[in-house]
C-alpha cells in the first residue's frame, strides 16, 4: 500500500526566503505526482503535475523536482511572499484510474 | 468556465439523518473522484467514477455511504444513516481523459459536514 509523507508538518520562514517542501512516498512505481495548495477552508488548486518520465516541472516561482528511485519529490518556491502562507499536500497517483494517494501537507507561514 | 461545483457548502445535520452531498464537474471531463479530508486521516479517496461508471469503491467505509452519477453533469454521495464520525469537509474533483492519461485533477470548494 502506497504511503506518503510530508515532513516537516509545519514550516515557517520569512519574507524573500526560499521554501523548500518533501514528499516522499514508498513504492517507486507511480504515474504521476502532483502538488497541491490548499488555503484554510478552501478546497485545492493545482500547482505542479509531474509525469513519471520527467525529473522536474516549472512554473513561474515553481519547481517540482522528482526521484522515482529514491521515492521522493521536492517542491521549491523562489522568493516567498505572504501570499504564499498555506497547506502544501502532494498526492501520488498510481495507474489504473490515476488514483491519488495523499501526504498529510506541510503548513506553510511565511512571515512579512 | 465555472470549475468544479458543490453543494451545499455546509451542512449541519444530527445523527441518524440521510445527508446527500452534491457535485457537478467541470463540462467535458471524464473522471470524478469524492473525496474526504480530516484532521486524523487526511484526504482519502472514497470513490471514482470514468464515463459515469463506478470503478473503484473500495474507500467508501461503510455501506451507510453510496454514490451515484446518473450523467456526465452531476453526481451525488449519500450518507443514510449518517453519524458523528462521518463528520468531514467532502471535495469532488474531475479530470479530463481517461484512465491511463497524463491529466490533473480539478478540485471542487469541497462540503463541510457536521453531524451532531
Known amino acids: 500500500k502506497q504511503e506518503v509523507t510530508q515532513i516537516p508538518a509545519a514550516l515557517s520562514v520569512p519574507e524573500g526566503e526560499n521554501l523548500v517542501l518533501n514528499c516522499s512516498f514508498t513504492d517507486s512505481a507511480i504515474y504521476n505526482l502532483q502538488w497541491f495548495r490548499q488555503d484554510p477552508g478552501k478546497g485545492l488548486t493545482s500547482l505542479l503535475l509531474?509525469?513519471?518520465?520527467?525529473r522536474e516541472q516549472t512554473s513561474g516561482r515553481l519547481n517540482a523536482s522528482l526521484d522515482k528511485s529514491s521515492g521522493r519529490s521536492t517542491l521549491y518556491i523562489a522568493a516567498s511572499q505572504p501570499g504564499d502562507s498555506a497547506t502544501y499536500l502532494c498526492a501520488v497517483g498510481k495507474a489504473a484510474g490515476n488514483k491519488l494517494t495523499f501526504g498529510g501537507g506541510t503548513r506553510v507561514l511565511v512571515k512579512p | 468556465d465555472a470549475g468544479v461545483i458543490q453543494s451545499p457548502r455546509h451542512e449541519v445535520t444530527e445523527m441518524g439523518q440521510e445527508v446527500t452531498l452534491r457535485c457537478k464537474p467541470i463540462s467535458g471531463h471524464n473522471s470524478l473522484f469524492w473525496y474526504r479530508q480530516t484532521m486524523m486521516r487526511g484526504l482519502e479517496l472514497l470513490i471514482y467514477f470514468n464515463n459515469n461508471v463506478p470503478i473503484d469503491d473500495s474507500g467508501m467505509p461503510e455501506d451507510r455511504f453510496s454514490a451515484k452519477m446518473p450523467n456526465a453533469s452531476f453526481s451525488t454521495l449519500k450518507i443514510q444513516p449518517s453519524e458523528p464520525r462521518d463528520s468531514a469537509v467532502y471535495f469532488c474533483a474531475s479530470r479530463p481523459g481517461l484512465a491511463g492519461f497524463y491529466n490533473e485533477q480539478f478540485f471542487g470548494p469541497g462540503t463541510r459536514l457536521t453531524v451532531l
Open positions: 509531474i509525469q513519471s518520465s520527467q
